[in-house]
């Protein structure tokens, strides 16, 4: 297959079915994984309306078994992977953005967002990437969020700085440091790697007060899937522009 191969987590909803939806009117080839059979198939039926070319594949980011059949399904089917979109992601502490969760968090809590936002991803990712490797031009992209910025989370003048999930923005600050140690790894490579902040924007997990629409919120993603040679690595980026770490 001549086209671009991609694979998206949590890509029946929010912003994984967007970015699929965009990257898939770009002409590649949607792997639309979700942990739902039902929600996944449906999302690929509305895929196919839109006139993309999509398959489902059943992956919930947090079993073990669910990856390496991934991995087994797409060596044996395209025999690489151009494109990863780390897109599935969990914010399960508490309704209200601005608090500040980290006294008395229960640990439970906090495993489980560690789970699936970060161990399951890199997981994931380390499983793909001989496949992604087979790729000429591979991406990697992580959905990370501004909310993982330990820069801007120290300065009390921060506009996020009231919006301290502990558990959730731990574990993207985890992922945000995973982004720079695997771009570092594979620099001599065509790999790159980047942590994207979409935006605040208006999904279930946004909720309907953020400011920002779904489409505009898949595009840094979309960006950074489709970058060419000369695009960047292990960076943070939201749209254009770099956030500090
Ligand atoms: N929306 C924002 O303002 C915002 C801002 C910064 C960063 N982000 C990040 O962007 C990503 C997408 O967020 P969103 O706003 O689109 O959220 P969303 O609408 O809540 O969608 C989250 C997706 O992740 C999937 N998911 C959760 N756990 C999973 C698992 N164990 N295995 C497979 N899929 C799983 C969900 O599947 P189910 O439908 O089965 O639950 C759903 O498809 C997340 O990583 C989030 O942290 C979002």
Do not use: C
């Not at 987590?9 to 059979?37: C, P, S, W, Y």
């Not at 399960?92 to 601005?98: A, L, R």
């Not at 003048?157 to 790894?185: E, G, V």
Request: aromatic share 6%; hydrophobic share 45%; proline share 3%.
């Amino acid at each position: 297959m001549s086209k671009k191969i991609a694979l998206i987590t949590g890509a029946n909803k929010g912003l994984g079915f967007e970015t699929a939806l965009q990257l898939g009117r770009e002409g590649v080839h949607i792997i639309a994984a979700a942990r739902d059979k039902t929600k996944g198939i449906e999302a690929v039926e509305k895929l196919k309306e839109a006139g993309i070319d999509a398959e489902f594949l059943q992956l919930d980011v947090d079993k073990d078994t669910d990856i390496r059949f991934a991995y087994e399904y797409i060596l044996n089917k395209y025999g690489k992977l151009d494109i990863l979109i780390n897109n599935a992601g969990i914010q399960i502490e508490s309704d209200n953005w601005g608090v500040n969760t980290s006294i008395g968090l229960e640990e439970s809590i906090l495993r489980k967002t560690m789970d699936t936002n970060f161990f399951s991803l890199v997981k994931l990712t380390d499983t793909l990437l001989p496949l992604i490797r087979k790729s000429e031009a591979g991406r990697i992209v992580n959905l990370s969020s501004i909310l993982g910025s330990l820069q801007l989370h120290s300065n009390p003048a921060s506009p996020i700085y009231a919006s301290k999930l502990f558990a959730y923005n731990t574990s993207k600050t985890a992922l945000n440091a995973y982004t720079i140690h695997l771009s570092a790894a594979l620099a001599n490579t065509a790999i790159k790697v980047n942590a994207v902040h979409p935006g605040w924007v208006k999904t279930d997990m946004g909720t309907d007060a953020a400011p920002m629409h779904i489409p505009e919120g898949a595009k840094t993603s979309v960006a950074l899937a489709l970058a060419g040679a000369d695009g960047v690595s292990g960076k943070f980026i939201h749209l254009d522009q770099e956030i500090p770490w």
